[in-house]
């Protein structure tokens, strides 16, 4: 189990992290969703040690994550800025990568290079923004650290190289089950991937759930504005459309069946909600002024 108390992470008068706290069962594929400046980066520094918390800790089986070189070496944190030196060639990194990584499969390595079309002689420095991304997800997915944490880091890659990741990285989580933190902005392509989601907002957790939980959550109501009004009266709306006198209202929440039968008979239509749809009516509130930017 992976328990944060009371993270916090602040710049100055920044708050980016605001006091979280958040139990991660360990052997499961995470998505972390959160707007741009939604503290994503700064909670998952602080979950890979990187970073000191301004106050809180971070708890992995019982123990103090930060500056414990044990769990150091387990957990392997992947950013799209990949903090390697240009001059290097990819062969000294995965070198290094065998040094600091137990579990580094060096065949696995190979394998993803080749799928990727990277050579190991190449150097850092002269690889193009995807090719970079590529040999973070190697990295990443042939260290097989057991907490392994992508943030953003595959954003470089064109779809098909995407594509490639995503089946290179379901199928070596169910041969290797370890924990593993995604962090996009991808949602509805990475979303089969997820066993649960995180959605960050403003430096706090608004939403920790399994994927599946939260597919059925939400549902798109269409009818007549007076109709679809009195549908919706004890539901919490979050979001509408009219055209005419045509209303579409965004409800949280699973509707009971009866209930939408009774809608259906009544000339209602009803659709479900895409979790990309989800995310951004859970998080398109207006922000506060003291928070903006
Ligand atoms: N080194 C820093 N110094 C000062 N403020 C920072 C620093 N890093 C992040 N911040 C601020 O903290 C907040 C959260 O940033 P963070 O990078 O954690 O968000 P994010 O969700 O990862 O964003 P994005 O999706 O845009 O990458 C933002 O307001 C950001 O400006």
Do not use: C
């Amino acid at each position: 189990m992976i328990e944060l108390r009371g993270v916090t992470v602040r710049y100055g008068s920044t708050v980016a992290v605001d006091n979280v706290d958040l139990e991660l069962p360990t052997g499961a594929i995470y998505g972390l969703l959160g707007r741009n400046g939604s503290g994503k980066t700064s909670l998952l520094s602080v979950l890979a040690s990187y970073r000191k918390p301004s106050a809180g800790t971070v708890l992995i089986d019982g123990e103090a994550a930060f500056e414990n070189p044990r769990l150091m070496r387990q957990t392997s944190f992947i950013r799209d800025t990949l903090d390697l030196s240009g001059s290097d060639r990819i062969s000294t990194v995965f070198a290094v990568a065998r040094w600091l990584r137990p579990g580094w499969d060096a065949e696995y390595a190979g394998k993803l290079l080749d799928l990727f079309e990277l050579h190991p002689r190449e150097r850092v420095g002269g690889l193009s923004r995807g090719e970079r991304s590529m040999l973070g997800a190697t990295l990443g997915l042939a260290g097989r650290a057991p907490l392994t944490i992508l943030d953003e880091s595959y954003l470089g890659m064109d779809a098909v190289a995407r594509t490639l990741f995503y089946r290179e990285l379901l199928d070596d989580y169910l041969a290797h089950p370890r924990t593993i933190v995604l962090s996009t902005h991808l949602i509805e392509e990475v979303a089969e991937l997820f066993e649960r989601v995180i959605i960050m907002d403003r430096g706090r957790i608004l939403l920790h759930d399994e994927t599946d939980a939260l597919r059925g959550r939400g549902v798109t109501v269409t009818g007549p504005a007076d109709l679809v009004t009195a549908f919706a009266a004890g539901h919490t709306v979050l979001g509408e459309h009219s055209l005419g006198t045509v209303r579409a209202l965004t409800l949280d929440g699973r509707l009971d069946p009866d209930e939408i039968a009774r809608g259906e008979r009544d000339g209602l239509s009803f659709g479900p909600l895409g979790l990309q749809e989800l995310f951004v009516h859970l998080t398109s509130q207006p922000r506060p002024l003291e928070a903006s930017r």
